[in-house]
């Protein structure tokens, strides 16, 4: 069982990046998707979901109207578009699929917003 974040660097203020995270070794289209973030001294934070089958999403309201999360069960992947990012949402980008019985997470994409 793997899930494999990609897409974090370092962007100015304003800016924009697209984080993908690339599940295997279970049927992912069973799982809810969800991005977390944690940023250092900071308990991790839920940033959006999204149901298994992408019906549903939810977000923080720290994010609402910058991020959207989206999923293609084809490619067993969930995405997390960022838009007008803020130094504040500097910090580690953690992928999570979790259904009644399982819990799954990978170990991070580093995001860093500075000028």
């Known amino acids: 069982v793997q899930l494999v974040e990609s897409g974090g660097g370092l962007v100015q203020p304003g800016g924009s990046l697209r984080l993908s995270c690339a599940a295997s070794?279970?049927?992912?289209?069973?799982?809810?998707g969800s991005w977390y973030r944690q940023a250092p001294g900071k308990e991790r934070e839920l940033v959006a979901a999204?149901?298994?089958?992408?019906?549903?999403?939810n977000y923080a309201d720290s994010v609402k109207g910058r991020f959207t999360i989206s999923r293609d069960n084809a490619k067993n992947t969930v995405y997390l578009q960022m838009n007008s990012l803020k130094p504040e949402d500097t910090a580690v980008y953690i992928c999570n699929a979790a259904n009644p019985l399982y819990d799954y997470w990978g170990q991070g994409t580093q995001v860093t917003v500075s000028s």
């Open positions: 070794g279970f049927t992912f289209s069973r799982y809810a």
């Open positions: 999204i149901t298994s089958a992408g019906g549903s999403t």
